[in-house]
T-cell receptor
Framework: QQQVKQSPQSLIVQKGGISIINCAYE??????FPWYQQFPGKGPALLIA?????SEKKEGRFTISFNKSAKQFSLHIMDSQPGDSATYFC??????????FGTGTSLTVIP | NAGVMQNPRHLVRRRGQEARLRCSPM?????VYWYRQLPEEGLKFMVY????????ESGMPKERFSAEFPKEGPSILRIQQVVRGDSAAYFC?????????????????FGQGTRLTVV
């Protein structure tokens, strides 16, 4: 059973465009929602994270939008760059225990 | 401050052999997770360990797979009698849950992974 559902599986965006990746969850006990970025041949690295007491968090060109009632959260990458081309994973956990990951989104930013 | 270290980076085993994957968590971290990654399948949770304890092994196949995290030394993921279907990238992550209420205290740091190929 997939605890965190992620879409789309792949995404192609023009340079300068906005990349949007969506995730949904069922377990209302989740209280920590990180996004990880993974380049080929590397391990995932934390990009940005949010807790459910806020609806949005922004760090540079990366923004998480969080909708607690809908149990959905999304990653927005503004002004997407070719260097952003990577696989992105959303995740959810309870108190930092047991991280459940989405299936990943392969993002390609075309110059 | 060394990150999570996994070795070997690449491992080739013949069918029926044993594979041992090692993970040294970040300094001071006492929680380790193992994940398996197959192409286009994301990260699948296998097992969650604290020092000398298995907390959750619900994602680990019941047969041939085992994991440990001893008081001293790295965490080991062991796959006995490997089959072709075990070929994947195996990642470990570590956390140190000192501050569950804080954001950074929950961060999971990943290693570079071990790519297992069964021939």
């Amino acid at each position: 059973q997939q605890q965190v559902k992620q879409s789309p599986q792949s995404l192609i965006v023009q340079k300068g465009g906005i990349s949007i990746i969506n995730c949904a969850y069922e377990n209302t006990a989740f209280d920590y929602f990180p996004w990880y970025q993974q380049f080929p041949g590397k391990g995932p690295a934390l990009l940005i994270a949010i807790r459910p007491d806020v609806s949005e968090k922004k760090e540079g060109r990366f923004t998480i939008s969080f909708n607690k009632s809908a149990k959905q959260f999304s990653l927005h990458i503004m002004d997407s760059q070719p260097g952003d081309s990577a696989t992105y994973f959303c995740a959810a956990s309870i108190d930092g225990n047991q991280f459940y990951f989405g299936t990943g989104t392969s993002l390609t930013v075309i110059p | 401050n060394a990150g999570v270290m996994q070795n070997p980076r690449h491992l080739v085993r013949r069918r029926g052999q044993e594979a041992r994957l090692r993970c040294s968590p970040m300094k001071g971290h006492s929680h380790v997770y193992w994940y398996r990654q197959l192409p286009e399948e994301g990260l699948k949770f296998m097992v969650y360990l604290q020092k000398e304890n298995i907390i959750d092994e619900s994602g680990m196949p019941k047969e041939r797979f085992s994991a440990e995290f001893p008081k001293e030394g790295p965490s080991i993921l062991r796959i006995q009698q490997v089959v072709r279907g075990d070929s994947a990238a195996y990642f470990c992550a570590s956390t140190n849950i000192l501050d569950p209420g804080g954001l950074r205290g929950s961060e999971a740091f990943f290693g570079q992974g071990t790519r297992l190929t069964v021939v």
